[in-house]
């Protein structure tokens, strides 16, 4: 979620010096880091990214201020792209980016999906509540970027099946939840894996999460 060095490290906070070295060791092992879209594009065709165990996509949840500050920093001097899902209802206020910022960031090469606007549990408010939070921050998404959206992330990787219907109805083309994993041409689209990298983490513990040493684990973690 956050490179921030002002918080301590955590669950959703890591520091500047440990991303850096993280996108130092992609970079320097040759991993390819893709945009959303592309990655959907590839699966359409056919991919099977289990075989190709270096092409990744970066994610970042919520549309921190910090994500600018520190971390485009940071995805500038490695070449990396990355896509951030924007918690629409709080973007232009204090600690999250604002629209010159995501413009920046989109001349770039960054990519924006959607996180609901105000980012309720979806699946523990009434259900035309959801589909206006899903809906509307899809609309939002595109009228700050100027682009079509086509990537949604539920808040608290919280779902079931009838948010899963909400988002395609809504027109995405796909939905990150938090379960650990690799993705694959077999992959339920409105049901893709993230592996989450925090502050915790060592660089022997995101070495070992890249190769899905974890995810076992970590799954077993979500599960409580």
């Not at 001349?107 to 523990?124: K, M, N, R, W």
């Amino acid at each position: 979620h956050r490179i921030n060095d002002f918080y301590k490290p955590g669950n959703l906070v890591v520091s500047t010096l440990q991303f850096e070295r993280r996108m130092a060791y992609l970079h320097k092992n040759g991993y390819q880091v893709i945009s959303v879209t592309d990655f959907i594009n590839r699966l359409k065709q056919g991919r099977d990214f289990s075989l190709d165990k270096k092409t990744i996509v970066l994610t970042f949840d919520d549309g921190w201020q910090d994500n600018y500050t520190n971390a485009f920093t940071v995805l500038k001097r490695f070449g990396f792209t990355a896509t951030i899902f924007l918690a629409t209802g709080k973007i232009n206020s204090p600690n999250y980016l604002n629209l010159t910022q995501i413009k920046e960031m989109i001349d770039y090469g960054l990519e924006f999906g959607a996180h609901t606007v105000s980012h309720p549990i979806l699946t523990q408010i009434p259900t035309k509540e959801a589909e206006r939070e899903i809906r509307e921050s899809r609309r939002m998404t595109s009228e700050f970027t100027g682009l079509a959206v086509s990537a949604f992330c539920y808040p608290k990787g919280d779902y079931n099946d009838e948010i899963k219907e909400l988002v395609r109805k809504a027109g995405f083309e796909c939905a990150f939840s938090i379960k650990p994993g690799k993705n694959t041409r077999e992959s339920d689209l409105f049901e893709l894996a993230r592996t989450e990298i925090s502050g915790y983490d060592s660089l022997f513990d995101f070495v070992k999460k890249l190769s899905g040493a974890y995810d076992f684990l970590h799954g077993l973690v979500q599960k409580r």
